[in-house]
């Protein structure tokens, strides 16, 4: 038994559909107590600052997003006793409005994107509130550094990673994830994943996109981009396609971001795959014939692992499983 809902957090690592040749896994991150990555860094966030002594009882959250990192700090609030007030851009969805409410953040919607967001925090940071900064925080890194690829590096056992595929925002899932795995396996490639319309990583310019928490059009602090082998870019079309793939034929229902990181994880693992291998569909599912996979074969298929950051749950309202 946990002694609070901020244990539980953690994720499964699953198999989806792959190219034939290789296997594409991904952590589904929507098994979080607030149903989002955002979990770990909201959690390692609140928590540092209470050891350096820059939080304390009876003090006022407050933090800019575009709105998985504001629930995570929902949850983490209402878990441990703080006040907490989100400043997030108005573009995003009412699901995630209602989120933060249900567990009784304070939201206060601006115009514009996460810069003009991260200005309205400033503001209120310098009227006493407090500010964990998560495009700076090196707790955000840390928390995937320290949880995420560990749980990777465990799920996959005897296995060998070789590559991580995922979306950019903060920065703080691929940095994190991205310099546990290497450690583990130093040959991994390292693939970062932005919109086509935002490719701040690409072209070094800013573009407007309708992602959700994907691409903030600046290049954070806490993004090593020393750790990136390639980019990817993916549309947005493309991204909803299969996110409502992903629903009606693997049963997974995801958000924008994770369509997004899907799509360039099975572009890359075409590249690294072995036909001649024949991988098996799935580590415990049996073959037509009713005979199991060998070990040795499943263990030498080229393994690119992924990230679903959400739920598509909280996207439903913005029509995009409607097509």
Do not use: W
């Amino acid at each position: 038994m946990d002694d609070s809902i901020l244990d539980a957090i953690g994720s499964p690592l699953v198999q989806v559909g792959s190219p034939e040749g290789a296997t594409v896994a991904a952590k589904i991150e929507s098994k979080n107590p607030g149903g989002s990555a955002k979990d770990r860094p909201a959690k390692a966030m609140v928590e540092a600052a209470e050891r350096e002594g820059s939080l304390e009882p009876g003090d006022r959250l407050v933090e800019p997003t575009s709105g998985n990192t504001g629930i995570g700090l929902a949850v983490v609030a209402a878990a441990k006793g703080y006040d907490l007030t989100v400043v997030m851009p108005a573009s995003k969805s009412e699901e995630r409005r209602q989120v933060m409410a249900a567990y009784g953040a304070d939201l206060e919607l601006v115009d514009g994107e996460i810069e003009q967001a991260k200005a309205r925090a400033d503001e209120l940071e310098a009227e006493g509130m407090v500010q964990l900064r998560q495009f700076e925080n090196r707790a955000n890194v840390r928390s995937h550094y320290e949880t995420t690829g560990a749980e990777i590096t465990e799920q996959v056992g005897d296995r060998t990673v070789d590559a991580l595929v995922a979306a950019v925002g903060t920065g703080g899932t691929l940095t994190g994830i991205a310099s546990r795995l290497r450690e583990e396996y130093p040959e991994i490639d390292v693939v970062a994943v932005e919109p086509e319309a935002n490719a701040v990583l690409s072209t070094g310019e800013a573009g407007i996109d309708d992602f959700e928490g994907m691409g903030p059009g600046f290049v954070s602090e806490i993004l090593d981009r020393e750790l990136i082998d390639t980019i990817e870019t993916v549309g947005i079309e493309a991204a909803e396609a299969e996110c409502r793939r992903l629903a009606r034929e693997e049963g997974i229902i995801v958000g924008q971001s994770s369509g997004a990181a899907n799509l360039a994880a099975q572009r890359v693992a075409e590249r690294l795959a072995e036909p001649k291998l024949d991988c098996p569909p799935a580590p415990t599912e049996l073959r037509a014939d009713g005979s199991g996979a060998a070990a040795t074969e499943y263990d030498d298929c080229p393994l690119v692992v992924t990230v679903f950051p959400d739920s598509g749950e909280r996207y439903l309202s913005t029509g995009m499983f409607d097509g």
